[in-house]
């Protein structure tokens, strides 16, 4: 790096199923992109419990700043991304789900401490993708950015001036949760039958909605019937599965597919109204989902977005993978300016 570089970040991005970690070079302005290198992952193997994890995430971070410093780089401060509800202030894991046993309680700063002296900064994963994107994505150079991340489930975060809005408990930006009608009867992962976005138009929720609709065909039912002409195709095995047929004009992946991305941008809709964002960014797995699932998603999102609203930009996210590290980077690079 040379003397005017801004400083380097390890970063980490702690998931149900890896943990992956690199070195974020932030750039001089936010027009440019982040640098990220040194890229690597572990397996998360939840199974073995909330210490255990903890364990192998520091010494993963051991190895990482062992080979920064054989490379002559320095590090300014360590940023993770972390599933679950982190506390920023005292680096505890203050809620995690069962994908994650044992995670909830976790001193993770208290960790780092014990072999780095550098600055550590934690952020819930789902926020610092938000995060990522405001500040160095489809975001930046924005106020108030809304991010939602609509992958194996569906997420979100509020960015204004750079800084995530967290609300009360942590809470703030759960975009999954909102009511939807379409949702009714199918089961959300926050446990509700109620009616929620997340279990019908998450990756997981195109299928389930996809496989109901198709049940319903098997038994009969006169209004599904009434949609599709002819044989009852097979079930799908994903999201991704659902989007290729629905790509390949299958009538009913094509129904379900826009029912579903209709329903998600009435919500999101609801939400560009409720925060006034200058930019709604989208991204995750679906929405790679194709014009069907955008053309449908955007339909949603006008009708039910106020008039001043409406003309708010709803951008797919450009950091793809990224997203989380360098999220995780600019929070502790925040942190350190501020100290
Ligand atoms: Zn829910």
């Known amino acids: 790096m040379s003397g005017g570089a801004r400083p380097t970040y390890l970063a980490f991005d702690i998931g149900g199923t890896k943990v992956a970690s690199g070195f974020v070079t932030l750039p001089a302005s936010a027009g440019?992109?982040?640098?990220?290198?040194?890229?690597?992952?572990?397996?998360?193997?939840?199974?073995?419990?909330?210490?255990?994890?903890?364990?192998?995430?520091?010494?993963?971070?051991?190895?990482?700043?062992?080979?920064?410093?054989?490379?002559?780089?320095?590090?300014?401060?360590?940023?993770?991304?972390?599933?679950?509800?982190?506390?920023?202030e005292t680096g505890v894991i203050v809620s995690a789900t069962d994908i994650l046993p044992g995670w909830k309680g976790q001193r993770i700063y208290d960790a780092f401490a014990e072999v780095t002296d550098l600055p550590v900064r934690m952020i819930g994963d789902v926020?610092?993708?938000?995060?990522?994107?405001?500040?160095?994505?489809?975001?930046?150079?924005?106020?108030?950015?809304?991010?939602?991340?609509?992958?194996?489930?569906?997420?979100?975060?509020?960015?204004?001036?750079?800084?995530?809005?967290?609300?009360?408990?942590?809470?703030?930006?759960?975009?999954?949760?909102?009511?939807?009608?379409?949702?009714?009867?199918?089961?959300?992962?926050?446990?509700?039958?109620?009616?929620?976005?997340?279990?019908?138009?998450?990756?997981?929720?195109?299928?389930?909605?996809?496989?109901?609709r198709r049940e319903e065909m098997c038994t009969g039912s006169a209004a599904a019937a009434a949609e599709i002409d002819g044989d009852v195709p097979e079930l799908v095995q994903s999201g991704a599965d659902m989007a290729s047929r629905a790509a390949a004009g299958e009538p009913l992946a094509c129904a379900v597919l826009a029912d579903s991305a209709r329903a998600l941008g009435e919500c999101i809709g609801g939400m560009g109204n409720l925060v006034d964002p200058d930019v709604i960014v989208v991204s995750g797995s679906v929405v790679k989902a194709g014009p069907i699932w955008w053309d449908a998603l955007r339909a949603g999102f006008e009708e039910s977005a106020l008039a001043l609203v409406k003309p708010t930009p709803l951008v797919e996210g450009e950091l793809g993978g990224d997203a989380p590290l360098i999220g995780a980077a600019a929070a502790v690079d925040r942190y350190v300016q501020s100290r």
């Open 127 to 212: 926020g610092a993708h938000g995060l990522g994107e405001a500040s160095y994505g489809a975001g930046r150079g924005k106020g108030v950015v809304l991010s939602i991340g609509v992958g194996t489930g569906i997420g979100g975060a509020i960015v204004v001036d750079g800084e995530l809005f967290a609300g009360a408990h942590g809470v703030a930006g759960h975009a999954g949760h909102v009511p939807s009608a379409l949702g009714r009867g199918f089961l959300c992962s926050c446990g509700t039958y109620e009616g929620h976005i997340e279990p019908v138009a998450s990756g997981t929720g195109l299928k389930d909605l996809y496989n109901r």
């Open 32 to 88: 440019e992109t982040p640098v990220v290198t040194g890229r690597c992952a572990i397996p998360t193997e939840a199974a073995r419990g909330g210490d255990d994890l903890k364990g192998r995430i520091v010494a993963l971070a051991v190895r990482q700043l062992e080979s920064a410093a054989a490379e002559g780089m320095t590090i300014a401060g360590i940023g993770i991304a972390a599933a679950g509800v982190p506390d920023s």
